[in-house]
């Protein structure tokens, strides 16, 4: 069976530029912290890979720490800070918040006080699109980088959220922008690395990949590619909803990532719809991939207002660049299928 992978908001596909770039950098055997020619060859592939970074993501003037993931940037920008967050927030950031930010029906959510605040730039559950105000403590960038035209110079924050493979890069590897000079508290303390804010020898090959895969990440938004992927995000919708009518789009109404549909079927719960397309060869999911794996309603969705049989029947599908119309045409085919079939036996 050919297998359709419609799963991008939990990781990307490896960019052949970013895999160039990793197999290039295992053949560096220096330590990055040595100060003979080998280490210097090391340290001039981490510092090449955090100008791409910082270039892709506008952040020239910034400080650009590499960490393990996305997840431990959070820990790092947010633990024992007592920033206020939303429930819609991804868990990793949901972990160090008081998650008591007001949100809407569509998932926009209100922050009355930007210094002290977290705020996501993009739900990798629904998709939609914050109105970042200026002064934020910290932007999860992480959905939005790569898919969105965003900088860090502009969005005004003090820190941000990034990840590698996210954007076509390796999992495994991450960052914490910050403007320069910003006082945070190592998590990770030992020799020092990474000015201080994460000690431990760096994953050179990893952030090699990291900076490849961010540089030709802004490329090919600047070139155009996500258009036509929302066209095909759309022309799948309007599939399903031709199929259920009663199917609820989440945050259909609201600006959203042009790669993502969220939609639930009440009654038909969204982990059983995962398992049933994955034997139809289709990869989709019902939340964060963090949580995904978790037998429980969206707290996304039950932030958004929805009840718990719906926010317990959503999927997530999201597409990439590479995905074609002939592909998600087949997935509503096949979801299809798999509804009358569900709505038959629940008659």
């Given at each position: 069976?050919s297998?359709?992978?419609?799963?991008?908001?939990?990781?990307?596909?490896?960019?052949?530029?970013?895999?160039?770039?990793?197999i290039?950098?295992?053949d560096?055997?220096?330590?990055?912290?040595?100060?003979?020619?080998e280490g210097?060859?090391?340290?001039t592939t981490?510092?090449?890979?955090?100008a791409q970074?910082?270039?892709a993501?506008?952040?020239?003037?910034?400080?650009?720490?590499f960490?393990?993931?996305?997840?431990?940037?959070?820990?790092?920008?947010?633990a024992?800070?007592?920033?206020?967050?939303?429930e819609?927030?991804?868990?990793?950031?949901?972990?160090?918040?008081?998650t008591s930010?007001?949100?809407d029906?569509?998932?926009?959510?209100?922050?009355?006080?930007?210094a002290?605040?977290v705020?996501?730039?993009?739900?990798s559950?629904?998709?939609?699109?914050?109105?970042?105000?200026?002064?934020?403590?910290?932007?999860?960038a992480?959905?939005?980088?790569?898919k969105?035209p965003?900088?860090?110079?502009?969005?005004?924050?003090?820190?941000?959220?990034?990840?590698?493979?996210?954007?076509?890069?390796?999992?495994?590897?991450?960052?914490?922008?910050?403007?320069?000079?910003?006082?945070?508290?190592?998590q990770?303390?030992?020799?020092?690395?990474?000015?201080?804010?994460?000690?431990?020898?760096?994953?050179?090959?990893?952030i090699?990949?990291f900076?490849?895969?961010?540089?030709?990440?802004?490329?090919?938004?600047?070139?155009?590619?996500?258009?036509?992927?929302?066209?095909?995000?759309?022309i799948?919708?309007?599939?399903i909803?031709?199929?259920?009518?009663?199917?609820?789009?989440?945050?259909?109404?609201?600006?959203?990532?042009?790669?993502?549909?969220?939609?639930?079927?009440p009654?038909?719960?969204?982990?059983?719809?995962?398992?049933?397309?994955?034997?139809?060869?289709f990869?989709?999911?019902?939340?964060s991939?963090?949580?995904s794996?978790k037998?429980?309603?969206s707290?996304?969705?039950?932030?958004?207002g929805y009840d718990?049989?719906v926010a317990?029947?959503a999927?997530?599908?999201?597409l990439?660049p590479?995905?074609?119309r002939?592909?998600?045409?087949?997935?509503?085919?096949?979801?299809a299928?798999?509804?009358k079939?569900?709505?038959?036996r629940?008659?």
């Amino acid at each position: 069976m050919s297998r359709t992978y419609l799963d991008w908001n939990a990781t990307t596909p490896v960019r052949p530029e970013a895999r160039a770039a990793m197999i290039a950098a295992m053949d560096v055997c220096g330590n990055p912290s040595s100060v003979h020619a080998e280490g210097r060859a090391a340290k001039t592939t981490v510092e090449k890979a955090r100008a791409q970074v910082a270039a892709a993501f506008g952040a020239d003037g910034a400080d650009v720490v590499f960490v393990s993931s996305a997840t431990e940037a959070a820990a790092l920008a947010c633990a024992g800070q007592g920033y206020l967050g939303a429930e819609v927030e991804h868990d990793a950031v949901a972990a160090w918040v008081e998650t008591s930010l007001p949100v809407d029906g569509e998932g926009s959510v209100t922050v009355t006080d930007p210094a002290r605040s977290v705020l996501q730039a993009a739900n990798s559950e629904t998709g939609v699109i914050q109105d970042l105000p200026q002064g934020l403590a910290v932007v999860d960038a992480t959905q939005a980088f790569g898919k969105l035209p965003v900088a860090f110079n502009w969005l005004g924050c003090t820190m941000a959220l990034i990840s590698a493979h996210k954007l076509g890069g390796p999992k495994g590897i991450g960052a914490l922008v910050m403007k320069r000079g910003t006082d945070i508290a190592a998590q990770i303390r030992g020799g020092g690395q990474e000015m201080g804010r994460r000690s431990g020898t760096e994953n050179v090959t990893g952030i090699a990949g990291f900076g490849a895969a961010a540089e030709a990440a802004q490329r090919d938004l600047a070139a155009g590619v996500w258009e036509p992927v929302e066209e095909i995000r759309n022309i799948l919708e309007t599939a399903i909803a031709a199929t259920a009518k009663e199917t609820i789009f989440v945050g259909k109404s609201a600006a959203r990532l042009p790669n993502t549909s969220c939609f639930a079927l009440p009654g038909w719960k969204g982990e059983t719809q995962v398992m049933q397309m994955d034997l139809a060869g289709f990869a989709i999911s019902a939340g964060s991939a963090c949580s995904s794996g978790k037998v429980r309603a969206s707290r996304v969705l039950r932030a958004m207002g929805y009840d718990e049989t719906v926010a317990s029947s959503a999927i997530r599908v999201s597409l990439g660049p590479s995905t074609t119309r002939d592909e998600v045409l087949r997935f509503a085919d096949a979801w299809a299928g798999t509804y009358k079939r569900h709505r038959a036996r629940n008659a």
